[in-house]
Each structure stands twice: as C-alpha cells, then as structure tokens.
C-alpha cells in the first residue's frame, strides 16, 4: 500500500486548507488512518485519527474545534479539513495507516505517505 498525501500549501493566518491522503495498492478500509506533523527538529507530533468505520475520531488538543479528519473508503481516501490557521500549525503533514489498533501513538502507524507541507503565515 503506499500513502499519498496532498493539499497543502502556503496559507495567511485564520484560513483553511483540506488535505488529502490517497491509498494506492490495496484498499484501508480496515485500517485506522491517522494525520501526524512534524516541524524541522522537534518530533512528529500527533493530530488526528479516524476509525476503520469513522465511528471514532480523536484530536490533539492543539486542533480540536478547528481540524477534522475524516474518510471514504470508496475512494480509498481521507481527510483533513483544517480551518482557523494559526503559524503554530507550520508543518510537513503525514498521513499514516494502522492494521492493528486505533490509537494516536505513532509507534502504531505501520504505513507512512510522504508528507505536505502546510506554511501558515501571519
């Protein structure tokens, strides 16, 4: 399976931007798919996940009310809508898949997308 992530881009403070991670290979309609960043030297860094069945979702508390992840499983794609910007969500953003367990921890992720980067000015 490989991971293609896509959307982002150069935003000002207060936009929105919506990110998507194509799979390709195999469907992940059983796995937990997760949104992950990462800024130049600090750790990747959790930010959202979503259910095989989108019946659960969970958020960094630095996202909440303003991200939200979401899927289609028959397009094999999921989501991340991001509104309300601020230059602290500056990053390169993965998407990742989980065959294993619903969880935010990236130790988990088994599959990783290549990252977009998201540059929020101010």
């Known amino acids: 399976v490989q991971l293609q992530a896509s959307g982002g881009g150069l935003v000002q403070a207060g936009g929105s931007l919506r990110l998507s991670c194509a799979a390709s290979?195999?469907?992940?309609?059983?796995?937990?798919m997760g949104w992950f960043r990462q800024v130049p030297g600090k750790e990747r860094e959790f930010v959202a996940t979503?259910?095989?069945?989108?019946?659960?979702?969970d958020y960094a508390d630095s996202v909440k009310g303003r991200f939200t992840v979401s899927r289609d499983n028959a397009k094999n794609t999921v989501y991340l809508q991001m509104n309300s910007l601020n230059v602290e969500d500056t990053a390169v953003y993965y998407c990742?898949?989980?065959?294993?367990?619903?969880?935010?921890?990236?130790?988990?992720?088994?599959?990783w997308g290549q990252g977009t980067l998201v540059t929020v000015s101010s």
């Open positions: 990742a898949a989980s065959r294993r367990i619903y969880t935010s921890s990236a130790n988990f992720y088994e599959l």
């Open positions: 290979g195999r469907t992940v309609s059983a796995y937990t």
């Open positions: 979503i259910s095989w069945n989108s019946g659960s979702t």
